[in-house]
């Protein structure tokens, strides 16, 4: 049985390199599962800051070895997925506290830093 807790935790290693936070906490991991056909595999469904991002690979790719990482994991499917659409308001309240920290306002969120708060959306 895999710890998809311990998966989690593995992806906090990857970031996106647009946005220096990681996958976790921008909240681009909207799920990871274990399918039932299959033993000691997992299966993250997560999107990305955009559609038309570049390295879209590159961060999959880069999922697939962080999830790998975890003890008992043997095969990773990495499924990219575009709705719900991705907003900053989805991150976790440290992501949003780290993307205010960058000057990216982050709506409906009220975090200690104000100044960022009067920074352009992102």
Not at 5 to 10: C, F, L, N, S
Not at 42 to 63: F, Q, W, Y
Request: glycine share 4%; proline share 7%; net charge negative.
């Amino acid at each position: 049985m895999v710890d998809t807790e311990e998966v989690r935790e593995a992806l906090r290693e990857v970031y996106d390199p647009e946005i220096p936070v990681n996958i976790v906490d921008l909240g681009l991991v909207y799920d990871i599962s274990e399918p039932e056909d299959e033993e000691n595999a997992v299966h993250i469904e997560m999107t990305l800051t955009s559609m038309g991002c570049p390295i879209a690979d590159t961060i999959k790719r880069n999922v697939e070895v962080s999830a790998e990482s975890v003890e008992g994991v043997e095969s990773v499917s990495v499924e990219l997925v575009w709705e719900p659409a991705w907003s900053p308001e989805m991150a976790t309240d440290e992501g949003k506290a780290q993307i205010q920290s960058l000057g990216i306002r982050v709506p409906n969120y009220n975090g200690d830093d104000e100044a960022a708060a009067d920074q352009a959306p992102f």
